[in-house]
């Protein structure tokens, strides 16, 4: 019996993904542990290794749709095996597009002599192991720039000014048809968006400079979600819902730091530890000290983690990623450099492991290399605290009634006021700001 | 209206029109005492004598020749194969001079022909007594190709082909010859080129033809009793087709499903679907299916023979497909 | 005692009787002699890239088509293969349509769709022109098929060569023929080759009418030497064939000089077979009895020949002056509106 490979969870919070690309065709012979796709999670790009061996029957899902978790993906089995037997055995549709459109017959199990969708005649596909018989042809929506939609669906998209990429398709494969487009038309017409866009449209042809040749008007223009910016979205509702903010924020000087960070680097050869990475450090240290931070709020009661994993938030393409320095209390500050350079590197690479983006108990974000003074931040859910840090400038300070310049950092605890008060939080920055303006404690 | 079967039809027209016309005859095997392998031509001899209906040896190419040589000279043969297998060995005669003359004289000649008889499968008669014609004949230039369903189309449409100055190629069915159906006591023509809606419906289009249209409509009933409702499109001539009345129906319900008798691979079928996506590809809501023969010569094993042909739960299976209800 | 006519004969005799009238001889010799310059003047148009396809020439066997003119009536028709030229001219056609149909232009014979292979007359009672070997047999028994069903008193004349003995449809037109007693003669052009492949290899017998008793038809055997004799043997035949309503099988015994088409060089065959042949030439034996029996001097012939050469010229010349046909041509007569 052939097998029916699913969409796999590879990361924790994952609840959706999209093939980014397979690496196997149909007739591919596949090995256990084999990679058999790179798919796209809210994380990380990640290569999926086949839990099965056997043939490629059929490839379900397109590149660059989003599937569920579970989702049909892919048919493995013997030379000559009928993928569509084991689909039909298997229940439901042969594609499970993510898409939240209704499709109440889809999951209903069809007669077991479905038709093939992709076979070119509604009849019994014929025997792949026929010679004269062509390969199953791949979908050909998988290109992942093309949005799979019917003709009819395009011309009414067009016709109703939406974007394609904004109406999740019922159809086969994830086809968005004629009633996706009428539903989604509908919907746009009773929203608010859309009145403000046709208050727009229909302004735009009054709206004429000084000399009355009217403004260009360009279109609105949709970019699909991807699912890490779902995953961000989502997340950072949910805090923003949850979570009553509390910001206090601190400046602290770095001179010391920027001096001891010189002789480290001049006695390290060739690593090059950043500022961040001391306050890593720093962070690690005081959360030792400050248990409590390094907790999280639930309607259980307050968790403190026992261990110390700090987060770092990274930018990325599309979005933003946390990989985390785990034990960071533990490690030395070359380990922890040597640690957020490999972590941001691949971030940016999307190559991280999902455990290593998972377990975080505390999270920097650091936007100084923007020149932002200071920021807030949303705390990620799970975690009671995160830490916004600003850029480091030489500010001029009175010090005992004299006016000196000092390299200054603003640093802003962003925390969930179920957790702590206002003079919890302080106790904690006052501490980070001990630490770091006295580095040398760092290492006692 | 009295019920006549579609083989009474057949003769009746071929009646009327031998009466009205003294240049049109019949020819084939066993068309004369034998009164037709399948009855189309009883009573014929009686009535026009050995001069008019002419028992042929076997030998198609010879009397479809025949029939072409006839015809130039301004006869109105029709030549009957006892089935459209046979036109296989007289192909040549309807590639290459039925279809050409008229074109390779520069008009010097015409071909006023018809070629009708049974077409497609029947029941368990193997794979040389199963095929479908109408792709060999509908490819080439210079032919007129109608496939009937009813009595009332086939009479109408027999004698239409009969005037036609044009060599046709007129498709009927064994399995449907004594299929009954309503027929005018009084004479009428149905013009060649021109489908019939044999169902109406907003939600898919099957377009069909000759053998396919029984089963086609049945698959509309089966789709009807799921909320889909067919417009079932019987094209009664495939060449010329009437391009418009799918288009028009095309254009209605975004979906269509061509149901027929024939092999899928460069087809009737396939040829309908290209016109559908080059003349109506901003209508349509699905891919075009087909249902059909499957891709392999008849056997004659009764259960693997019910396999390859198309069936109205196949239809169904593929009316649901386009309509997104599976 | 053997005759030039007899196929076994091997002496091509001079002036025998079928030359005797000076007027009909002279008006033959003309006819033959307009059919081989023309063709001629085709080859070299061919050889110049003007004319292009497949171009069968009918050198040597011009006494055939001249002597089937000698013996139509008004109702009749000729249908023969793809070797048309020389029926065409014989029966009356205007060689500057046949040569413009050459060249493929709107002035053509049959307005440039057709071809050397495809030539259409009917004003003149050609009736093709048919280019699948053996496929007009039927056909030409249709008519024939037509004349007795309208009782128009019409025979039919098919042309085959000997190289459409072996197809299918050559037989089932005969046995039509035979079994409904057509008027039809089937005449056989035995020119000894079936493009490159002589008769000993393409048919089981030498005397091609042994198979006529198998189809109820009579027939009849010799060699074309001679324009006249030609006619009066063949116009028995058709006169039987009209009178008793009965297929007839004729076999011609010819040859033709040039190779099966232009692109076939005919070196199967030998220079003493060509040279032996050419004895026996109809036009070059009805030159010598012009010449030597009637008086007619070299130059008078020279000057007879000038005057068909200048025709024939004129024939190119219009086919290279007349237009191409409008793009439009090409919609033309596929299917008729009715």
Not at chain 1, 4 to 16: A, G, N, W
Not at chain 1, 175 to 188: E, F, G, P, T
Not at chain 1, 264 to 286: H, P, R, T
Not at chain 2, 51 to 62: L, W
Request: glycine share 8%.
């Amino acid at each position: 019996m052939a097998t029916v490979v699913e969409l796999p969870r590879l990361t924790d919070t994952m609840e959706e993904g999209v093939i980014a690309k397979w690496r196997v065709a149909v007739g591919d012979k596949v090995k256990r542990g084999q990679v058999i796709a790179e798919i796209e999670t809210d994380k990380a790009t990640m290569e999926f290794e086949s839990f099965d061996a056997g043939i490629v029957l059929k490839l379900i899902a397109p590149e660059g749709e989003t599937m569920q978790l579970g989702a049909p993906i892919a048919v493995l089995g013997k030379a000559g095996e009928d993928p569509e037997a084991a689909l039909a055995k298997r229940g439901g549709g042969a594609s499970a597009p993510a898409a939240p459109a209704p499709a109440p017959a889809k999951a209903a199990a069809s007669a077991p002599s479905a038709v093939p969708a992709l076979a070119p005649v509604a009849a019994p596909a014929p025997a792949p192991a026929a010679p004269s018989a062509p390969a199953a042809p791949a979908p050909s929506e998988a290109n992942s720039d093309r949005i799979p939609a019917s003709p009819l669906a395009r011309r009414l998209a067009r016709e109703h000014g939406l974007e394609l990429a904004s109406i999740p398709g019922s159809g086969p494969h994830g086809r968005v048809i004629k009633a996706d487009v009428l539903a989604a038309a509908q919907a746009a017409s009773a929203s608010p968006a859309a009145a403000k866009a046709a208050v727009q449209a229909a302004g735009a042809a009054s709206e004429v400079d000084e000399n009355g040749r009217p403004y260009a008007t360009f279109p609105n223009r949709q970019v699909k979600l991807t699912p890490m910016r779902k995953t961000i979205a989502r997340r950072m509702t949910e805090s923003k819902r949850e979570i009553p903010h509390i910001n206090l924020t601190i400046p602290i000087h770095m001179d010391r730091v920027s001096k001891l960070r010189n002789e480290l680097n001049e006695s390290l050869n060739g690593i090059k530890i950043s500022f961040n990475d001391f306050l890593i450090l720093a962070v690690a240290k005081a959360l030792r000290i400050h248990p409590r931070v390094n907790g999280a709020y639930t309607p259980e009661g307050l968790v403190e983690y026992g261990d110390v994993h700090v987060g770092v938030a990274v930018a990325v393409d599309g979005g933003l990623v946390v990989p985390v320095v785990r034990h960071a209390d533990q490690k030395t500050i070359k380990r922890i450099s040597l640690d957020t350079r490999d972590l941001g590197k691949r971030a940016k690479d999307k190559t991280l492991r999902p455990e290593e983006m998972s377990g975080s108990t505390f999270t920097v974000s650091n936007l100084g290399m923007f020149g932002i003074e200071a920021f807030t931040a949303v705390v990620n859910p799970g975690e009671g605290a995160i830490l916004a840090v600003g850029a480091i400038s030489d500010e001029v300070v009175v010090e005992a009634g004299q006016m000196v310049i000092r390299k200054v950092m603003r640093c802003t605890l962003c925390s969930d006021h179920r957790l702590f008060d206002g003079a919890d939080n302080a106790r904690f920055l006052a501490t980070l700001k001990k630490l770091l303006e006295a580095p040398m404690t760092l290492f006692a | 209206m009295p019920e006549i079967q579609i083989r009474h039809a057949i003769r009746d027209a071929m009646r009327e029109e031998m009466e009205r016309d003294d240049r049109v005859f019949l020819v084939g095997e066993e068309v004369g005492y034998y009164n037709g392998a399948y009855k189309c031509s009883e009573g014929l001899l009686d009535l026009f004598g050995e001069r008019r209906v002419i028992d042929a040896p076997i030998a198609e190419t010879g009397f479809a020749g025949v029939g072409i040589g006839a015809a130039m000279c301004g006869l109105r043969p029709i030549v009957e194969f006892m089935t459209f297998n046979f036109s296989a060995v007289a192909f040549d005669q309807i590639l290459n001079n039925a279809a050409k003359i008229h074109h390779m004289t520069n008009g010097q000649f015409s071909v006023p022909i018809v070629f009708r008889g049974p077409n497609a499968a029947a029941h368990m008669l193997g794979s040389t007594h199963s095929q479908a014609f109408e792709p060999f004949y509908a490819h080439v230039p210079g032919l007129i190709v109608i496939a009937v369903a009813t009595a009332y189309d086939a009479k109408g449409l027999l004698k239409s082909a009969i005037r036609d100055p044009n060599p046709v190629v007129f498709l009927e069915s064994e399995l449907m010859y004594s299929v009954k159906g309503e027929v005018p006591e009084e004479e009428y023509l149905i013009p060649i080129g021109v489908a019939d809606t044999k169902r109406a419906g907003d939600d898919v289009t099957v377009i069909t033809w000759g053998q396919g249209v029984p089963v086609a409509l049945k698959a509309a009933e089966l789709a009807a009793a799921e909320g889909i409702e067919c417009d079932v499109i019987d094209l009664r001539t495939l060449r010329p087709l009437d391009t418009e009345a799918v288009l028009e129906s095309v254009r209605r319900t975004n979906r269509a499903v061509v149901l027929f008798h024939g092999w899928p691979y460069g087809g009737v079928g396939g040829e309908i679907i290209a016109r559908i996506q080059e003349m109506a590809f901003d209508h349509l809501d699905a891919p075009v299916l087909r249902v059909c023969y499957e891709d392999v010569p008849m056997p004659y094993a009764e259960n693997l023979e019910h396999l390859v042909l198309p069936t109205p739960e196949r239809g169904l299976e593929a009316i649901r497909e386009v309509a997104y209800r599976r | 005692m053997t005759t030039p006519t007899d196929p076994t004969s091997a002496d091509p005799g001079n002036f025998d009787a079928y030359f005797q009238s000076r007027e009909d001889t002279l008006r033959w010799y003309r006819e033959m002699l307009r059919i081989r310059r023309f063709e001629e003047l085709a080859a070299r148009s061919y050889t110049r890239g003007k004319i292009s396809g497949f171009l069968h020439l009918y050198i040597g066997q011009e006494a055939i088509a001249v002597a089937t003119k000698e013996v139509l009536q008004p109702a009749d028709r000729v249908v023969s293969a793809y070797r048309t030229h020389g029926f065409a001219l014989a029966l009356g056609s205007d060689p500057r349509a046949c040569m413009a149909e050459l060249y493929g232009k709107a002035t053509g014979l049959v307005a440039g769709v057709g071809g050397s292979m495809h030539f259409f007359d009917r004003a003149h009672q050609l009736w093709g022109g048919y280019a699948i070997v053996g496929n007009h047999s039927p056909v030409a028994a249709g008519h024939a098929f037509a004349s007795k069903y309208l009782k128009d008193g019409g025979v039919t004349l098919c042309f085959l060569g000997d190289g459409a003995l072996a197809i299918g449809p050559t037989h089932e037109g005969w046995t039509l023929a035979g079994l409904w007693k057509l008027p039809i003669v089937y005449v056989v052009e035995n020119n000894r080759y079936s493009m490159g492949t002589p008769l000993s290899r393409s048919v089981p017998v030498d005397d091609i009418t042994l198979k006529a008793p198998g189809y109820g038809m009579i027939s009849d055997r010799f060699r074309v030497t001679s324009v006249a004799e030609t006619a009066e043997r063949l116009g028995a035949i058709v006169k039987r064939a009209r009178e008793e309503s009965k297929p007839a099988l004729v076999e011609l015994i010819t040859y033709r000089f040039r190779g099966h088409s232009m692109s076939d060089p005919g070196k199967y065959r030998g220079k003493e077979e060509v040279e032996e042949w050419r004895r026996w030439d109809p036009l070059e034996r009805t030159y010598r009895a012009l010449h030597e029996h009637h008086g007619l001097s070299e130059d008078e012939l020279e000057a007879l020949d000038a005057e068909v050469v200048d025709e024939m010229e004129a024939a190119v010349e219009f086919a290279e002056e007349s237009p191409v046909p409008e793009p439009e041509a090409r919609f033309r007569n596929i299917t008729i509106e009715s």
